[in-house]
């Protein structure tokens, strides 16, 4: 089938149509977490959005393979191993389990595959082989190194020139290396630490071979979307490029997708401040589909802010459309239908959440003033066929009702609603005042997920409810 679908690709710098090597059949893989502790929103960030992305996918296409690794071997593990006087295993199972409980709170499904490093040794072995084969790779001192100048297209994906990288990139300058730039494939580990028999010695692998051998593995060589946080692009993604295409001279991956920073009442998260928010204590402050709501409510390729107020709006803001379902449940619904095409739509066009959220709000307008059984049968299953793509409105009313109730005082929750929107219509007035209009975009793609639309008028602008299509 043609793909409908369309994407920012960081590679050209552009949206462009996904064109899978299978028409029928879509590759997708995500690095996931390295498990040495809880998850914080910063994780659950890309989690959330490449669920959403998933699931669209599988909205057209007939098979989607998405895969999700963990990272269980690396040295923070290792430290906190040592620190607890276990084996790593006993580190990465607990916080692996902790992961699960924690995205299936959110509303995230389970990948199809979720590869671990340390079951894929062999693999990385041969991969790694192969590279020195090809002359991509060389051994020094018991470590195996890639070759940044053997692959002339390094540079790439990050827009970087090899000349410019090392500043302020995560390379380590060894004495063995042959240029700055090469990096770590095999590491020696002494007795104290994790390691695997290999042809050079007793080691463990590098950081950036783990993904593509897993890659390797169960998708193949080639791979249609690759995707995860922006923090990744370099070095992380540009290395697995270098690996891939060298070692089996094929494109390596056709679609690279990247999720923005979180930051927590506009700074960034860090130990040192103490504003780590791990998803568990947030899951104390509301349930798990309003944080992930909040975590939508910006789109994907946008920095966002977690406050508060986000959090009280999701809230809020999932009270409405349940108690409208909720009004609508003592109709039968009908059998199983489909999606809204407009918020298809917008979620096709480079997962705009923000548009489809609006196109949600609209379908709840319509299903509060509906006037037949009818109307409000068809409309409440379009609503929660329509949310099923986002991960939203997807249990009982009652039930949903019950966990919101103890997060939100309906009032004071009004109020706060209400200046938030207001103050946000202010910073979007300001940004366009300054010229800054991607931020000024960005605000009002917020303002639409709210389920408010703007109209700029000769007064100034102010804000209509989204009771119609705005797409």
Same mark, same amino acid.
């Not at 996918?57 to 040592?82: C, E, M, P, S, W």
């Not at 190194?145 to 540079?155: E, K, R």
């Not at 104290?192 to 010695?201: A, D, F, K, T």
């Given at each position: 089938?043609?793909?409908?679908?369309?994407?920012?690709?960081? *590679?050209?710098?552009?949206?462009? #149509?996904?064109?899978?090597?299978? #028409?029928?059949?879509?590759?997708?893989?995500?690095?996931?977490?390295?498990?040495?502790?809880?998850?914080?929103?910063?994780?659950?960030?890309?989690?959330?959005?490449?669920?959403?992305?998933?699931?669209?996918?599988?909205?057209?296409?007939?098979?989607?393979?998405?895969?999700?690794?963990?990272?269980?071997?690396?040295?923070?593990?290792?430290?906190?191993?040592?620190?607890?006087?276990?084996?790593?295993?006993?580190?990465?199972?607990?916080?692996?389990?902790?992961?699960?409980?924690?995205?299936?709170?959110?509303?995230? =499904?389970?990948?199809?595959?979720?590869?671990?490093?340390?079951?894929?040794?062999?693999?990385?072995?041969?991969?790694?082989?192969?590279?020195?084969?090809?002359?991509?790779?060389?051994?020094?001192?018991?470590?195996?190194?890639?070759?940044? #100048?053997?692959?002339?297209?390094?540079?790439?994906?990050?827009?970087?020139?090899?000349?410019?990288?090392?500043?302020?990139?995560?390379?380590?300058? &060894?004495?063995?290396?042959?240029?700055?730039?090469?990096?770590? *494939?095999?590491?020696?580990?002494?007795?104290?630490?994790?390691?695997?028999?290999? #042809?050079?010695?007793?080691?463990?692998?590098?950081?950036?071979?783990?993904?593509?051998?897993?890659?390797?593995?169960?998708?193949?060589?080639?791979?249609?979307?690759?995707?995860?946080?922006?923090?990744?692009?370099?070095?992380?993604?540009?290395?697995?490029? &270098?690996?891939?295409?060298?070692?089996?001279?094929?494109?390596?991956?056709?679609?690279?997708?990247?999720?923005?920073?979180?930051?927590?009442?506009?700074?960034?998260?860090?130990?040192?401040?103490?504003?780590?928010?791990?998803?568990?204590?947030?899951?104390?402050?509301?349930?798990?589909?309003?944080?992930? *709501?909040?975590? *939508?409510?910006?789109?994907?390729?946008?920095?966002?802010?977690?406050?508060?107020?986000?959090?009280?709006?999701?809230?809020?803001?999932?009270?409405?459309?349940?108690?409208?379902?909720?009004?609508?449940?003592?109709?039968?619904?009908?059998?199983?239908?489909?999606?809204?095409?407009?918020?298809?739509?917008?979620?096709?066009?480079?997962?705009?959440?923000?548009?489809?959220?609006?196109?949600?709000? &609209?379908?709840?307008?319509?299903?509060?003033?509906?006037?037949?059984?009818?109307?409000?049968?068809?409309?409440?299953?379009?609503?929660?066929?329509?949310?099923?793509?986002?991960?939203?409105?997807?249990?009982?009313?009652?039930?949903?009702?019950?966990?919101?109730?103890?997060?939100?005082?309906?009032?004071?929750?009004?109020?706060?609603?209400?200046?938030?929107?207001?103050?946000?219509?202010?910073?979007?007035?300001?940004?366009?005042?300054?010229?800054?209009?991607?931020? =000024?975009? &960005?605000?009002?793609?917020?303002?639409?997920?709210?389920?408010?639309?703007?109209?700029?008028?000769?007064?100034?602008?102010?804000?209509?409810?989204?009771?119609?299509?705005?797409?």
């Amino acid at each position: 089938m043609t793909s409908i679908i369309q994407l920012h690709n960081t *590679l050209t710098r552009r949206k462009e #149509p996904l064109t899978p090597q299978d #028409p029928d059949r879509v590759t997708l893989y995500v690095c996931g977490p390295t498990v040495y502790n809880y998850a914080h929103i910063g994780n659950a960030r890309p989690a959330i959005v490449f669920d959403v992305l998933a699931r669209v996918l599988r909205q057209g296409y007939g098979q989607v393979v998405y895969a999700r690794n963990f990272t269980d071997v690396d040295d923070k593990i290792n430290a906190a191993a040592h620190a607890c006087g276990l084996p790593i295993s006993a580190i990465t199972g607990r916080y692996i389990e902790a992961y699960h409980d924690d995205m299936r709170a959110l509303g995230v =499904a389970a990948p199809d595959l979720e590869p671990r490093v340390t079951d894929h040794i062999p693999d990385i072995i041969e991969l790694v082989e192969t590279l020195i084969e090809r002359g991509h790779a060389y051994v020094a001192q018991g470590h195996v190194l890639f070759h940044v #100048p053997s692959y002339a297209a390094y540079g790439q994906l990050s827009g970087r020139r090899p000349q410019d990288m090392l500043a302020g990139a995560r390379v380590e300058v &060894a004495p063995y290396k042959r240029d700055p730039l090469d990096f770590v *494939l095999w590491k020696p580990s002494p007795a104290s630490m994790p390691g695997w028999g290999s #042809p050079w010695g007793r080691g463990r692998p590098g950081w950036h071979v783990e993904c593509s051998a897993m890659i390797g593995r169960h998708l193949g060589h080639t791979i249609d979307i690759h995707g995860g946080g922006q923090d990744l692009i370099f070095p992380h993604h540009e290395n697995e490029i &270098a690996q891939g295409t060298c070692a089996h001279g094929a494109l390596y991956c056709g679609m690279w997708v990247h999720n923005s920073f979180v930051t927590v009442d506009g700074q960034k998260m860090s130990k040192s401040l103490g504003n780590v928010l791990l998803v568990r204590d947030l899951l104390k402050q509301a349930p798990g589909e309003a944080i992930r *709501l909040a975590l *939508l409510s910006t789109h994907y390729r946008r920095p966002l802010d977690w406050n508060a107020h986000r959090l009280q709006m999701a809230v809020q803001t999932l009270t409405n459309f349940y108690r409208s379902l909720q009004q609508a449940c003592a109709v039968a619904l009908p059998s199983p239908v489909g999606p809204d095409p407009q918020v298809l739509a917008a979620l096709n066009n480079d997962l705009g959440v923000a548009k489809a959220l609006a196109r949600l709000h &609209a379908l709840r307008a319509a299903l509060d003033n509906a006037t037949s059984a009818h109307s409000r049968s068809q409309l409440a299953a379009r609503l929660v066929a329509s949310a099923r793509l986002l991960g939203l409105l997807q249990q009982a009313p009652e039930q949903a009702l019950t966990q919101l109730a103890p997060h939100t005082e309906y009032d004071s929750a009004t109020h706060r609603h209400r200046q938030y929107l207001e103050a946000t219509l202010l910073a979007r007035e300001r940004a366009r005042r300054a010229g800054d209009y991607a931020t =000024a975009d &960005a605000l009002r793609a917020e303002l639409l997920a709210a389920g408010f639309g703007i109209e700029d008028t000769a007064q100034g602008a102010r804000l209509r409810p989204c009771a119609r299509s705005v797409i």
